[in-house]
């Protein structure tokens, strides 16, 4: 199973501040490790929401609303994307994590949706663009 790992922003994570070099060091011993294991795909830190935007659907209608964005509890400050066996798995991983911020901190972890999950909604013809598509950038879960 692929789960998307995120790491909720805090008030220093939007506000730019760096981590600490102990703690780039940490993750940095940890990230290897998830690579050895083979569960580490992909992962990055992200700007604060201030550099961000967001856009919203209403119909055919668009809008975008630029960062900064009020709920920082609510923002994601860093992801990874991880192929584990189980969510029991995925969360025994995170408990090794180092902590990510400088005080209390947040990692949620979601799995990623399978397109057969999607049922009848996905025709032949789609299910085989998608395999396509996902050949193309590499990705194969």
């Known amino acids: 199973m692929r789960f998307m790992v995120m790491v909720k922003a805090t008030k220093d994570s939007e506000a730019g501040a760096a981590p600490t070099r102990e703690l780039v060091d940490a993750m940095m011993a940890y990230n290897e490790e998830l690579v050895k294991a083979g569960i ?3 992962g990055d830190g992200l700007q604060p ?4 935007a967001r ?7 668009r809008s975008v609303v630029d960062g900064p964005f009020a709920e920082t509890k609510e923002l994601v400050a ?3 994307i991880w192929e584990c066996k189980s969510l029991d798995e995925a969360v025994a991983w995170v408990k090794r994590c180092p902590n990510p911020m ?5 990692i949620e972890i979601r799995p990623v949706v399978d397109f057969a999950d999607f049922g009848d909604a996905v025709s032949p013809e789609a299910d085989a663009a998608w395999k396509r598509l996902k050949s193309e950038v590499g990705d194969n879960g």
């Open 78 to 80: 860093g992801y990874w």
């Open 55 to 61: 856009v919203q659907f209403d119909g055919t209608r």
């Open 40 to 42: 580490m795909k992909g």
């Open 102 to 106: 400088p005080g209390p901190s947040e």
């Open 49 to 52: 929401s201030a550099k961000g």
